[in-house]
């Protein structure tokens, strides 16, 4: 599989056509032995000597070991970038082939690995997930038919009745005290439908692991991904006779850039973005994305081992600050419950190898970390999407993401199985993903941090389940009608396999007390 395919089960969608400890050491890290579960592909990086590559080092929290290991990475061959002190972890590059080897013994050190396989260069552009855009013959059709106080686009918006988010809005849009950071591919904030509700305090580029607050910073510049401005549309877009409307359209929403210009999610940039969203006051954190270039991080590879930590502990962080983290389960249509997993396109930067891994020890960063709420797929048919993986006690709520239209089709007057979202540049168009599932979860969740304005994270996320709508497994589930199951679900009337506690729920969100 090449690097775009397994980018695009990651962080783009799949268009039609087109609880902490005082160490914050949350995240299991049991080593498996050989006999215990198949074996993780060992982590290679093809630099040579003499170039440069990016690692992260963990340690404990705290000033003093910081500076410590300092001097320990200084003297191993490395130059520290950022150190976040209250996690311990430290950003490094170093251009010595034995840092980590080095820099794994030291004490303190408690994991270090390459947060890539391959140096660190300019990237050049390669956006393969283009969203399919609405042409002006359809915005001005669809503007046509929109009833009462609808915006324009919103009929053709299944989604928002699927999660009862039309009658919601007859309640509450949500509070603009909250906010809802996109740590995504940047948002264009200049979007019409956007600009009335974006968080420029909460927003940032945090591509290489160091906060960047230039004004701006967090668009996509042209040629990068639309995926975070699309992703930021389905939470926020403003209900303000533009264009379409969020879940969430009265709460604020802020860009957290962590994605490169060719669409890679390196570790260093996605904790700087949970770390980011933990000291600006975001409630709700949105993650469409899995962190590159591991699918599955195996805590038994010290390199993997250790993005799992870092990754882990940010997120534990953000949680500890108020934020409940929201994350897509991947579109590999997988069984993350299962025993073994097939993983054909890890590492996704160089030259990936065919491994078995065991999902229970080789982990999805960041949906599979504790404590992240993770969200598969469903269509225009409330069946989960065919793309969408699923696993009894792997996934917590479902949310539309759409499926091809043949599929799952929409009611009238919505023409598309995709879901319609926002485009830099002040368009509109569709995509479909469990990419599209997540945002439509995090604005359930800022509708209920609204409601509930005092509500710690643990209690958002526990309303998130007690208010889903249950779904029962389909039987049989047969989307393409050849009379074979497409996928096993477990749970029966729970249908927990498919969907955990079920549909969301935005209309409990804000009437429920």
């Known amino acids: 599989m090449t690097a775009s395919s397994a980018r695009a089960r990651r962080a783009f969608a799949l268009p039609m056509g087109l609880a902490v400890a005082s160490s914050l ?54 130059t520290v970038v950022k150190a976040y002190e209250k996690i311990g972890v430290v950003v490094v590059h170093s251009a010595r082939a034995d840092f980590a080897e080095k820099i794994r013994k030291v004490a303190g050190v408690q994991s270090a690995g390459a947060t890539r396989t391959t140096p660190l260069a300019a990237q050049s552009t390669d956006d393969m997930g283009a969203p399919v855009e609405l042409s002006e013959k359809q915005l001005d059709a669809a503007s046509a038919k929109a009833e009462g106080d609808e915006d324009p686009l919103q009929g053709l918006q299944w989604d928002l009745p699927a999660i009862k ?108 973005g949970f770390m980011w969203a933990a000291e600006h006051g975001v409630d709700v954190t949105n993650n469409s994305y899995y962190t590159d270039p591991w699918m599955f991080n195996c805590t038994d590879d010290p390199d993997q081992k250790a993005l799992v930590h870092a990754v882990g502990r940010a997120t534990a962080y953000a949680e500890l600050k108020g934020a409940v983290n929201i994350a897509s389960a991947g579109n590999s ?61 792997v996934i917590d709520i479902t949310a539309p993401g759409g499926d091809s239209t043949a599929r799952q089709a929409p009611e009238a007057p919505a023409v598309d199985g995709r879901i319609l979202g926002t485009l830099p540049g002040g368009g509109y168009g569709y995509m479909m993903g469990t990419s599209m599932a997540g945002p439509h979860v995090a604005g359930v969740a800022a509708l209920i941090k609204s409601t509930h304005p005092k509500a710690p994270a643990f209690q958002v996320k526990a309303l998130l389940k007690a208010q889903a709508d249950t779904l029962a497994c389909p039987e049989p589930y047969d989307l393409d009608g050849d009379g074979v199951n497409d996928a096993v679900c477990e749970g029966g009337k729970s249908g927990a396999g498919f969907y955990g506690a079920g549909m969301a729920d935005a209309l409990d969100a804000v009437t429920k007390r």
């Open 165 to 272: 988010a039309d009658k919601a809005h007859q309640k509450s849009l949500g509070s603009s005290k909250v906010t809802v950071a996109v740590i995504d591919t940047g948002v264009d904030d200049t979007h019409p439908d956007l600009a009335p509700n974006f968080d420029r305090k909460a927003s940032v580029n945090c591509v290489g692991g160091v906060p960047d607050t230039t004004d701006g910073a967090w668009r996509p510049q042209p040629g990068e991904s639309a995926h975070g401005t699309h992703v930021a549309g389905e939470i926020a877009a403003a209900k303000n006779g533009i264009g379409m409307t969020g879940v969430a359209p009265g709460v604020k929403v802020s860009g957290i850039k962590v994605s490169q210009p060719d669409g890679y999610f390196y570790t260093e940039a996605v904790v700087c």
């Open 25 to 78: 050491v949350l995240v299991p890290v049991t080593t498996a032995s050989a006999a215990e579960a198949a074996p993780a592909a060992t982590t290679a990086t093809t630099a040579a000597e003499g170039e440069q590559i990016s690692y992260v080092v963990n340690i404990l929290p705290g000033k003093l070991a910081a500076a410590l290991a300092e001097r320990a990475i200084t003297k191993a061959g490395g």
């Open 333 to 393: 249509k997988l069984d993350l419950a299962a025993d073994t997993l097939p993983d054909a396109s890890s590492p996704n930067d160089s030259t990936p190898v065919d491994r078995e891994i065991d999902p229970s020890t080789c982990l999805d960063i960041p949906a599979q970390l504790p404590g992240v709420v993770t969200v598969s797929a469903t269509g225009a048919k409330n069946l989960k999407s065919s793309y969408s993986n699923y696993g009894k006690g």
